[in-house]
């Protein structure tokens, strides 16, 4: 009896060191393998994964693996890894990141390897470089860029004999025209009170193109709070009535992502007739639709026509035991070579010259010259994520009635202040 | 083997050393386990609570701010707010709704009809539905089912002319919570079922056969002979799902992330935004040690009112 | 079967409980079951203006998921530790409860069953960071065994609570019988205990197989690479910035469902048995 329970114990022992066998094996080997971790998911980087294998066959010396972990995971993850010696040597970036990452010594510094092989038509090519630069020191490469344009339905605006809004009130009024009251609404965006909503960037489109900010730099190293209560009132108050008038459903109160179903397939049922996408969105969007989809401009303000370029960035791990390798590989990423199987727009300006844009996305050719990076935020002593949850937030709480918009303006104002004298601590 | 014997104290007398030092050698392992496990860590966050430092500076030491952090935590007012939302609609209701309907639950499919018909292992499985279903997919799968246009929940309600409008149950305060909880007890429902129902099939059937021809009927035989017998597994039961309950993160955070606005904000949200929104880990983590001091004092006070009196017993 | 003859009235009243029952279940189950019908749809077709149950029917998901994609990988990886795991869980917890069960005074019995669920109080996004460096140092990082061990440890302190409630109902007279027949205590837990207490064996086993199944955080911290993930951080992946394939993740649930469930029957079976065995012994 006794033996029977030993030799037990011994069996399921033996399993634990085989299990703990079969991972360190296959490390063993001599040429060079890069980890290069990315956050999208598997429908999006097909053409990735095709380019990465090219690269392998072509380079039997340096096999790079990739992994990948949701984006809303990575910088965490970073935290832990980078100082205790461990994460991917090549790391997919969001362009916002790069800064806070590069301050705490979790990214290594570019220059010297971009001093010894300058990336792609050398580093002025590149757009948003700024927002990878620390005190004059590069710590990543931008790699792909995108912005937000409308989209909307051409049948349904059609069908109301209407031309695309151009103005932030033209859309109001549009909107309304194509509510029909059998489930049909004119413009459906993302609503939510989540810290990441997608409500943050039709914020900033707003107050932008009216010629406001929340936070600018009035004088060298002195950040103020520009926003007013009048501002921040209007624009809750606009994009309120959409609820109010009825010409949003109030569902779109809980929706986050601009990837939700509630939006890319209610364009593609005619339940909404506009809504606002990146062009990765925007082309799942049209896979799911029976008819053409188009893309237009973000509606213009009374001073400009903007909204913000986002994208991402490449950065080396300064635990990489192959800086020069992992340099090589990223130069492989930058150019035209993947980008002819991965269908992102590229963040040169020379790719981008280059590109062919589908008719339907004409949008987002409209919006890339006069798109902005978030680096009047990125720079001020606030956190984006801080300013954009708090944003979120106290619209959701206008949107579902528990605070008028002066009140939820107030809030925000006075959180902002908080922030601020507390980042300038 | 397993003719009882009347007690037999003689063998624990004649191994006096074993008898002392074997309980230590039983619950060694798991003490060990545990303690490479939990205790580090656990110093871990309460250090950090009394420190400034961001996410990105995990691998330094932070500045040592004091009590700095938790003088924070404890005024502002959102904390008393959230408190409140965790307390109450996240924990008292749903746990006591648990309890309740799990009772009723096991009890019904104790039934012995289930037995003799052979439908045990099917009605034991489908109870066990919800629990199996991943929390995010649970989650989204109640989204939809609520969705004002598009769920099935309002669709069936306006079809019978219950309502005229689909509700958007997850926008509206008034209904945030209860579907919040309607999720929660959904998918934690089974636990507690499947738990109780081990409970019931360990209660030798003689005890009922006895109190039936002693007279009592089925609802006398139910909470006077069957509950007490319970016991002791509901008072482990309720302790657990309420600590789990009160650290529970992922519900309020698949289905509102706090809102609309910051209706539904939990502490454990607030501890979550805290650290990787705001990146302040130290104060992130003193949201965490006040909450473990909350379910520790509830615990300990727990303990003492319901294990005593069974270790006196 | 024979019984249903007995009695008409008596075979009503057992039809209705037994339908009642059923079908209360079934109102239960009828999220999931929306989940599964949602796996056999084109992600187009999700939302549906009017109540439909079917729509197009397809299994493209099914062969998107289980031919060229690494799902069936995260799968295995899951089934290995998840296993493993509750088997650790369920014998050093029925150890613990025994020696806790058995042994009501000796010194620290109360300190330790506090500490026990002391563990329970610390939030796991914060452990996790020390969690990880300590793993990183032991060379455990991308290893299963680092999941095996947390996975057994997270469990621990429920599994210890649990079947010590389970075994402070079983007479004692059981093990002083199996002592003086001679065996030893370990003897007495494994060949005596465990299949008196099964039933909470049962719920304890499955209970730590299904929060090893659904743990997210662990996973995704300690298994980077895509060869050693699991289940959970696999659907996690579904879900992009820009796009979230929901049929996938609604397919991949419904999969990922199954183990559990045929876990549960299987042990189920074995409850069933014992308990009728134990029926014709008395």
Redesign the interface.
């Known amino acids: 009896m006794k033996k029977d329970y030993w030799r037990r114990l011994a069996l399921s022992t033996t399993c634990l060191v085989t299990l703990a066998g079969f991972s360190s094996a296959a490390i063993a080997q001599e040429q060079v393998e890069l980890v290069f971790r990315q956050f999208d998911p598997p429908t999006e980087t097909e053409g990735l994964v095709a380019a990465i294998e090219k690269w392998n066959a072509a380079n039997p010396d340096i096999q790079v693996r990739m992994e990948t972990m949701s984006g809303a995971d990575t910088l965490a993850q970073l935290a832990r890894e980078v100082p205790a010696g461990a994460g991917p040597d090549i790391q997919h970036l969001a362009f916002v990141w790069t800064r806070d990452l590069a301050r705490s010594d979790l990214l290594l510094e570019l220059d010297p390897l971009i001093a010894a092989e300058p990336p792609g038509a050398g580093l002025d090519d590149f757009l948003a470089l700024d927002l990878a630069t620390l005190d004059g020191k590069v710590y990543g490469v931008p790699w792909t860029s995108d912005t937000f344009a409308m989209a909307y339905r051409p049948d349904l605006l059609e069908g109301a004999d209407l031309e695309f809004p151009d103005t932030w009130e033209d859309l109001a009024t549009a909107s309304e025209a194509l509510t029909t009251g059998d489930g049909q609404f004119g413009f459906c965006f993302p609503a939510g009170s989540s810290p990441d909503s997608g409500m943050w960037m039709l914020v900033n489109y707003y107050l932008w193109s009216n010629g406001s900010t929340l936070i600018d730099e009035t004088a060298p190293g002195q950040w103020e709070i520009v926003a007013t209560v009048e501002d921040l009132t209007a624009t809750m108050t606009y994009f309120n009535d959409f609820f109010a008038s009825g010409s949003a459903p109030e569902s779109l109160i809980t929706v986050n992502s601009w990837g939700d179903p509630e939006l890319v397939g209610g364009l593609g049922r005619g339940d909404c007739a506009i809504t606002f996408f990146p062009p990765q969105t925007f082309r799942a969007a049209e896979a799911q639709a029976d008819v053409p989809l188009m893309t237009a401009a973000i509606p213009a303000g009374s001073v400009k026509r903007i909204s913000h370029l986002g994208g991402r960035a490449l950065g080396i791990n300064p635990n990489t035991e192959h800086p020069e390798e992992a340099w090589a590989f990223v130069q492989y990423l930058l150019g035209p070579d993947t980008f002819a199987t991965y269908n992102q727009y590229p963040a040169q300006k020379s790719l981008v010259a280059e590109l062919d844009f589908p008719e339907s996305e004409a949008g987002y050719v409209e919006m890339m010259p006069v798109a902005q990076t978030y680096e009047r935020y990125i720079s001020s002593p606030i956190a984006v994520s801080s300013m954009t949850a708090l944003v979120n937030r106290e619209f959701g709480a206008v949107f579902s009635g528990q605070r008028s918009p002066e009140e939820a303006s107030k809030a925000i104002l006075t959180e902002l202040q908080d922030l601020l004298a507390r980042g300038q601590n | ?8 104290p003689a ?1 624990r007398l004649a191994r006096p050393w074993g008898a ?1 030092l ?6 060694l ?3 060990a ?2 303690a ?3 205790a ?3 110093i ?2 309460v250090a ?1 609570a009394f420190q400034d430092l ?7 030491e932070g500045r040592w701010v004091g009590f700095d952090n938790f003088a924070e935590v404890l005024s502002d007012p959102s904390t008393g707010q959230a408190l409140y939302n965790t307390a109450v609609p996240l924990t008292a209701v749903t746990v006591v709704i648990r309890l309740v309907l799990g009772l009723l ?1 096991a009890l ?2 104790n ?1 012995t ?2 037995r ?2 052979r ?20 989650v ?6 609520l ?4 769920g ?1 929940v309002n ?2 309600l306006v ?1 019978t002319g219950l309502i005229e409008q ?1 509700i ?1 149950f ?4 008034s209904t945030v919570w209860g579907a919040v909880e309607t999720m929660l007890i ?1 998918r934690e ?1 089974p ?1 507690v079922v ?2 109780f ?3 019931l ?2 209660i030798p059937s003689e005890l009922r056969e006895a109190a039936r021809i002693d007279g009592a009927n089925g609802w006398q035989i139910e909470t006077r002979i069957v509950l007490p ?1 319970l016991k ?2 509901i ?2 039961v309720t ?2 799902t309420t ?2 309950t009160f ?1 529970n ?1 992922v519900y309020v955070w698949l289905a ?8 539904t904000q939990v502490l ?1 949200t607030q ?3 805290t ?5 302040r ?1 130290g104060t ?2 003193a949201i ?1 040690v006040v ?2 001091v909350i ?2 004092v509830f ?2 006070v727990y ?1 003492f009112v319901i ?1 005593r009196e ?2 006196e017993k | 079967m024979a019984m249903t003859a007995a009695s008409p009235r008596r075979f009503l009243a057992d039809l209705a409980v037994a339908s009642f029952g059923i079908g209360i279940l079934l109102i239960l189950a009828f999220p999931f079951i929306w989940v599964v019908l949602i796996s056999f749809r084109p992600d187009s077709e999700i939302f549906t203006r009017t109540f439909q149950l079917i729509t197009s029917f397809t299994l493209e998901n099914y062969f998107t998921l289980l031919d060229g994609s690494p799902f069936p990988t995260y799968l295995r990886n899951s089934l290995i530790v998840c296993t493993i795991a509750t088997v650790l869980a369920v014998s050093i917890s029925l150890i613990t409860a025994y020696g806790f069960s058995r042994n009501r005074r000796f010194a620290g019995r109360q300190l330790l069953l506090i500490l026990v669920i002391a563990t329970q109080l610390f939030p796991f996004v914060i452990l996790i960071t020390p969690l990880y460096a300590t793993f990183f140092a032991l060379g455990l990082i991308n290893n299963p065994i680092s999941l095996v061990i947390s996975y057994t440890a997270i469990n621990l302190p429920f599994a210890i609570y649990m079947l010590l409630g389970y075994l402070d109902t079983i007479p004692r007279e059981l093990d002083e019988a199996a002592r003086i027949d001679g065996a030893n205590t370990l003897q007495i837990i494994f060949r005596v205990i465990l299949p008196v207490a099964w039933p909470g064996v049962v719920v304890v086993a499955v209970y730590a197989f299904v929060s090893a199944w659904d743990e997210f955080l662990f996973a995704l911290t300690l298994m980077t690479s895509d060869a050693n993930k699991t289940v959970p951080v696999g659907l996690a992946g579904f879900f992009g910035e820009y796009t979230t394939q929901w049929n996938l993740v609604m397919t991949a649930s419904v999969i990922s469902t199954l183990p559990t469930l045929v876990l549960f029957m299987l042990l189920q079976r074995k409850l069933v048995s014992d308990l009728a065995a134990g029926s014709i012994k008395q």
């Not at chain 2, 074997?22 to 619950?27: D, G, M, R, S, T």
């Not at chain 2, 509102?256 to 209706?263: L, M, V």
């Open positions: 083997m397993t003719t009882p014997l009347p007690d037999a063998a002392r074997e309980p230590y050698a039983l619950v392992p798991a003490m386990v545990l490479f496990f939990f580090g860590p656990a871990y966050n950090l961001s996410l990105f500076d995990l691998g330094k639950l019904l499919l039934a009809v289930f003799r018909w439908l045990g292992w099917l009605v034991r499985s489908l109870v066990l539905i919800p629990w199996v279903t991943p929390p995010v997919v649970a989204a799968a109640w989204k939809w089912l969705d004002a246009r598009y099935a669709q069936l079809g689909g958007p997850l926008a509206k305060t959904w429902l636990f499947i738990t129902l081990a409970a099939q360990s017998l002791p597994v008072a482990v302790l657990l600590i789990w650290n993160f509102t992330r706090g809102g609309p606005g910051d209706y454990a501890m979550y935004t650290s990787f929104v705001d990146y880990m992130g983590a965490g909450m473990s379910m520790f615990a300990l303990f294990f069974k270790g």
